[in-house]
């Protein structure tokens, strides 16, 4: 079982800058390839970033492309998701998720296993 728990969510003004954190337990990290999700309320949940096990292959979804870095330390069992040129519609709760091995990027909320219980990020305009 994997646990997972996210932080650095908060309020920042447009354009500004946030880095969340997900730290994991309960698995050999680097065997599972780290994803972030998030939800504005009233929509559904949507894949923003994905990276690899070992870290090479790194995914994002065409709104933050550019402005979002997803990075790992398997040393310390942690997933970074750096936003910048923050959007108000940037504005959701953030969620940690990955799926059992093999470690497989899946951009769909259903295939994932587990998941955080997710930071909130609120952007002012």
């Known amino acids: 079982q994997v646990q997972l728990v996210e932080s650095g969510g908060g309020l920042v003004q447009t354009g500004g800058s946030l880095r969340l954190s997900c730290v994991a337990s309960?698995?050999?990290?680097?065997?599972?390839?780290m994803h972030w999700f998030r939800q504005a309320p009233g929509t559904e949940r949507e894949f923003v970033a994905a990276?690899?096990?070992?870290?090479?292959?790194?995914y994002y979804r065409d709104s933050v492309r550019g402005r979002a870095t997803i990075s790992r330390d398997n040393n310390g069992n942690t997933v970074y998701l750096q936003m910048n040129s923050l959007k108000p519609e940037d504005t959701a709760v953030y969620y940690c998720?990955?799926?059992?091995?093999?470690?497989?990027?899946?951009?769909?909320?259903?295939?994932?296993?587990?998941w955080g219980k997710g930071t909130l990020v609120t952007v002012s305009s």
């Open positions: 990276i690899s096990g070992s870290g090479p292959a790194r």
């Open positions: 998720a990955t799926a059992r091995p093999p470690a497989r990027i899946i951009t769909r909320p259903e295939g994932m296993d587990y």
């Open positions: 309960g698995g050999t990290f680097s065997t599972y390839a």
